[in-house]
């Protein structure tokens, strides 16, 4: 059966014109999808639960619309993130994890337990100048895979906020891969524009969970 064309209406000046489009709603919209699924992870200190039980799995997401509506919805760095709490016992473990799906932020965890991490440290003056760009600029390498190969081997970031300097880290799978490691760390290093005199280390997760002192040596360094 043939369908009839759409009534055309009159306006108040007389003029007709056709019915005004629906307007879709905002879940209608094309999203662009991510190469790879990723995940929230913080930790929540509670001295009467084990570490794993700390871990809170906050959020999954796959699209970059989607990271952005995450990410504008939680605290940053520099302002406590995840912030449920202001004691002093808090801040010392204040720990937030972006990391691919069915990975968890553990060095124990079958993805992570051969990998280690680019680490970079900051200072407590950092804090209010660099965490904040740094820890966005480092999720932007993750999502946009801005490693090119060697983006297989990265399992993810974590950033500690600590009272004696802060820590952010990206996470890959395997410590043996030189060639993937480096590329990583140098265009790592690169997308942060931080000087050459300032060096970031990569460290086995096995060598810093079994470390006697207070650091872990760098099997790489760039």
């Keep these: 059966m043939a369908t009839s064309e759409p009534r055309e209406t009159e306006t108040e000046e007389g003029r007709s014109e056709s019915p005004t489009a629906p307007v879709m709603s905002p879940e209608q919209y094309i999203k662009h999808p991510l190469q790879h699924r990723w ?43 995840l912030d449920i709490s202001s004691s002093t016992e808090i801040l010392k473990c204040k720990f937030c994890a972006f990391l691919q799906d069915g990975i968890k932020p553990m060095w124990e965890d079958e993805r992570n337990k051969l990998g280690g991490r680019w680490l970079m440290t900051l200072s407590k003056q950092q804090r209010h100048n660099d965490l904040d760009r740094f820890w966005m600029e480092t999720l932007l390498c993750l ?11 990265v399992c993810g970031a974590v950033v500690n906020v600590r009272p004696k300097g802060d820590k952010i880290s990206i996470w890959t799978g395997n410590c043996q891969n030189r060639e993937a490691i480096m590329t990583i760390g140098q265009q790592y290093k690169d997308r942060l524009s931080l000087p050459l005199k300032m060096l970031i280390g990569y460290q086995s997760h096995d060598d810093t969970s079994s470390k006697s002192g207070s650091t872990t040596k760098n099997m790489y360094s760039v």
Excluded: C, M
Excluded at 143 to 153: K, Q, V
């Design 143 to 153: 999502i946009g895979e801005s490693f090119d190969e060697a983006s297989e081997d």
């Design 39 to 81: 995940a929230l992870w913080y930790f929540k200190n509670d001295k009467n639960k084990s570490w794993t039980e700390n871990l809170r799995l906050i959020s999954k997401f796959d699209t970059v619309e989607d990271f952005w509506a995450l990410y504008n919805h939680i605290q940053q760095p520099n302002n406590r993130i």
